[in-house]
């Protein structure tokens, strides 16, 4: 296998126990961040689905009774982060942007859920943290290689 040598500032690869396992390695390394980007989007697409059928003032109204003001222009944008974001998230088309919106929104959400505590049980924040930071590493990494953002040529 090849990989980062520690001259070109990283860890050499280690070397396989069961070598014949290489070539089953090498493609799950491709397809690793294309899954867990279809993954984390396809995800996050339900919920916004769900958030899509109730009328977009009683969504309002919740984020209002959150503290959020104004309470319609979040409900607007967590309905595009949820939906067309996340529809972005899954073909990898202004990934970096709309993951950095996600990562913002669950920040958020993270710190509205912080007085509850960490367990997610008490509607702690570890939930939402934990999937605002998987939506931060992949604002930091972008499309890559199999998304429309490569397609096309271009990134933010």
Known sequence: MTG??????GAAEPRLVIAALAPFY??????SYPLIRVTVGGTL?????????????????EMAKSGHEPAMAFAILALINETVGAV???SGLLTRFF???????FAIIS???????????????EYV????????AI???????YSLDRKIGWEL
């Open 4 to 9: 980062t040598t520690p001259e070109q500032g």
């Open 139 to 145: 604002a930091l990494r972008g499309g890559g290689p």
């Open 45 to 61: 697409l339900v919920h916004g689905i769900n958030r899509a059928t109730i009328p977009l003032s009683r969504a309002a109204e």
């Open 99 to 105: 993951a950095a919106s996600i990562a913002i929104e």
């Open 26 to 31: 090498n493609f799950a390394r491709q397809i």
């Open 88 to 90: 972005c998230i899954i």
């Open 111 to 125: 710190i509205q859920f912080f007085p509850n505590g960490y367990a997610w049980a008490r509607h702690g924040w």
């Open 129 to 136: 943290f934990l999937w605002g930071l998987i939506f931060f």
